[in-house]
């Protein structure tokens, strides 16, 4: 859960100087351009507009309204790693 501020331990980055510690990673099965258009429409900042990525995935980046970092992606193609190194110029260890 990401949520406001509820005690006095729990800042959220807006009210912190905007500093960050984590960020939020949601992989979802719908269009990921139509999330981020709604994501725009409810106040997000977008900092990464949605763009295909070398392994397969759709992703964008936000910021909400407390200023907590969202990323969100779809898978739109699988690739093999042998593809995804070949895109990227990057050694890729650990793939399944």
Excluded at 12 to 32: C, F, M, N, R, W
Excluded at 60 to 71: F, I, K, M, Q, T
Excluded at 72 to 80: E, I, L
């Amino acid at each position: 859960m990401i949520g406001g501020e509820w005690t006095d331990k729990h800042k959220s980055p807006k009210s912190a100087g905007g500093i960050t510690t984590q960020t939020v990673h949601v992989h979802l099965e719908e269009d990921v351009d139509a999330h981020c258009e709604r994501a725009r429409a409810a106040g997000a900042v977008i900092l990464a507009e949605p763009a295909d990525q070398f392994y397969g995935d759709r992703t964008y980046r936000a910021e909400d309204l407390e200023g907590h970092v969202w990323s969100f992606g779809q898978t739109v193609h699988q690739v093999s790693r042998e593809e995804a190194e070949q895109t990227s110029g990057l050694k890729i260890e650990g793939w399944v």
